[in-house]
């Protein structure tokens, strides 16, 4: 059997899904692959595309993988998972080939643990809900891989729709397709330079996060107004409070970027890209010199909109682009990149795609 599960986009609304907020996301034509079958043994045996050999893990197993078998946690954990939720699985070989790179913000985690949780659904011959399954592989990514991450990539993942972005309320899970207009395009840059969100920066985001949540007394950020926010800065300390001031503000600007995708506001949407940029630069503190160059060549070479995408550290930027000028502008702006910091970035006109599932018997 078969699995695919895409990655995904963000357009607006980055490192708020862990407080209630709402994102933008998009599935995208860029995926991994599993292909399985049962092996009559109480074992399941991984292997990649992109490492080598083969691990073998009985069913039972429960600890989570490091060092070079650390990968093994986004695909077994979600094994576990199920089998955890009582679920008897029989035991299988999977071998993941991808298309997707991995630590550019692109959701290879994501799309790993939803490739995983089809493979074992087809097995055990159920079918969760998208939501259900998406919320699984969240966990698998938290206990696992141990990172603390929101829900927005497994939603993307799962959920995604053609030609369609997704507009998620992270807090309640409920899922608004808004289309993407056919002159509106999305370009990725990938900047190569390396992200790993289990090396706990992005853990320390979120703990600021619940540093502030905890002194309101709320289950998430966007409960707080900026106001409520700006009287308590000396109580709460100058690096909290520009974290929180980051996600209050963020929140508010994906409500006026989807106002003005809908008015059909292209430069309102980019000015709104550039500001997420700088809060998540300053305040947030995820980006890096490579991606601030990258958005600052972007916006030179005409894009509507640019700014870090994802996670963060390192990674991709998202550009929004007139249709028609998409790929020239993808060539240019690896070219100027060579030029001017005289090193490679990969860019990738993206299309908007439907969500992970099985392509068939084979
Ligand atoms: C990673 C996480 C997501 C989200 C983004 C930032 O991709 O997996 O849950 O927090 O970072 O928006």
């Not at 990968?71 to 008897?88: H, M, Q, T």
């Not at 963060?312 to 790929?327: K, Q």
Request: hydrophobic share 45%.
């Amino acid at each position: 059997m078969k699995a695919t599960a895409p990655g995904r986009i963000n357009l607006i609304g980055e490192h708020v899904d862990y407080q209630g907020g709402m994102v933008m996301p998009a599935a995208i034509d860029r995926y991994i692959r599993a292909f399985a079958q049962e092996n009559q043994r109480p074992e399941i045996r991984l292997s990649s595309s992109r490492s080598k050999g083969e691990l073998v893990i009985p069913i039972a197993h429960d600890t989570p993988f490091s060092g070079d078998d650390s990968w093994a946690n986004y695909a077994f954990g979600v094994v576990a998972k199920y089998r955890d939720a009582g679920y008897e699985i029989a035991g299988f070989d999977v071998r993941f080939e991808s298309d997707l790179p991995v630590g550019a913000g692109l959701s290879s985690s994501a799309a790993l643990e939803t490739a995983a949780a089809l493979v074992v659904e087809e097995i055990l011959g159920i079918n969760l809900s998208k939501t259900e399954r998406a919320l699984l592989c969240q966990s698998a990514e938290h206990d696992w891989a141990g990172v603390p991450c929101g829900i927005m990539d497994q939603l993307a993942v799962n959920a995604g729709v053609s030609e369609h972005v997704l507009k998620i309320d992270c807090s309640t899970h409920e899922i608004t397709q808004v289309p993407l207009p056919a002159e509106l395009s999305v370009v990725v840059v990938d900047s190569k330079v390396k992200h790993a969100l289990a090396d706990g920066e992005y853990a320390k985001r979120k703990a600021d996060c619940d540093a502030a949540t905890a002194y309101f007394d709320v289950e998430f950020l966007r409960d707080v107004t900026i106001d409520e926010l700006d009287s308590a800065r000396l109580q709460i300390g100058e690096r909290v409070y520009r974290r929180a001031r980051h996600v209050i503000t963020e929140i508010a600007r994906v409500h006026d970027f989807s106002a003005a995708l809908d008015a059909g506001d292209t430069t309102r949407a980019g000015t709104l890209m550039a500001a997420s940029h700088s809060s998540l630069r300053d305040d947030y503190e995820v980006s890096c010199h490579e991606i601030d160059a990258l958005v600052k060549i972007a916006i030179r070479l005409g894009a509507i909109g640019s700014r870090i995408m994802g996670g963060g550290f390192g990674g991709s930027l998202i550009n929004l682009v007139e249709t028609d000028t998409a790929s020239q502008f993808a060539e240019e702006i690896v070219a100027c990149y060579r030029k001017e910091i005289g090193l490679d970035v990969e860019a990738m006109a993206v299309k908007l795609v439907g969500g992970a599932c099985i392509e068939g018997i084979g």
